[in-house]
């Protein structure tokens, strides 16, 4: 069965701290890796990766993917309250003969930024 | 940049209504569109796939009778839960995108459903 697992499950820190989000899959017919940040209601979509070791930065995120170990890690630096959101990550999988993929989900990592 | 609406934002109903939710893509056609749902402090979880023109897709475990997914035109899906219940309650995200990799996938805002 295919499935991602996030961890950890939620995380506090201040502001200013460096946090490490990581996520693990398992699949069948892997495409691609996504993270998202969840504030309010909808997802909002940060970086896709589909290749190993190349690392994709915006500001003070940056993710990167290591196909090998199957797994990606989020990095965020220079933490602000305004970091505060559920990140998640999903793995898009090839339908068998298809050429759109699902997207399966992680359970999300709460984090919270204190001032 | 591309927009999904999503209506309505939150709907209260009472147990063995119908309630039907609307997602649309307004300023791209979305070939395909995608339901989920998430409970609090839960991930997303899909429910169906909806291609235009064909039946729906739906994941493991979800009912397509009770869940009626509808996507009769480009830039239009609809999900009617059925004689809802208690148990329905919950947030409905749909997601929208057109041809295309998955960086190109957009969510609508989310319709809470609590069913009394």
């Known amino acids: 069965e295919d499935k991602v697992v996030q961890s950890p499950l939620s995380l506090v820190v201040h502001e200013g701290d460096t946090v490490t989000l990581n996520c693990s899959y398992e699949v069948t017919n892997f495409r691609s890796l996504l993270w998202y940040k969840q504030e309010k209601k909808a997802p909002t979509f940060l970086f896709m990766l589909?290749?190993?070791?190349i690392e994709k930065k915006s500001g003070r995120l940056s993710s990167i993917l290591d196909k090998k170990e199957l797994s990606s890690i989020l990095n965020i630096t220079a933490t602000q309250t305004g970091d505060s959101a559920i990140y998640l990550c999903?793995?898009?999988?090839?339908?068998?003969?298809?050429?759109?993929?699902?997207?399966?989900f992680g359970k999300g990592t709460k984090l919270s930024v204190k001032p | 940049g591309a927009v999904v609406s999503q209506h309505p934002s939150r709907v209260i109903c009472k147990s063995g209504t119908s309630v039907k939710i609307e997602c649309r893509s307004l300023?791209?056609?979305?070939?395909?569109m995608f339901w989920y749902r998430q409970f609090p402090k839960q991930s997303l979880m899909l429910m169906a796939t909806s291609n235009e023109g064909s039946k729906a897709t739906y994941e493991q475990g979800v009912e397509k009778d009770k869940f009626l997914i509808n996507h009769a035109s480009l830039t239009l899906s609809t999900l009617t839960v059925t004689s809802a219940h208690p148990e329905d309650s919950s947030f409905y995200i749909c997601s929208a995108r057109d041809v295309g990799p998955p960086e190109k996938l957009f969510f609508g805002s989310g319709t809470q459903l609590s069913v009394l």
């Open positions: 999903a793995v898009e999988a090839l339908n068998y003969g298809g050429s759109q993929g699902n997207l399966i």
């Open positions: 589909t290749s190993s070791g």
């Open positions: 300023d791209f056609q979305a070939t395909t």
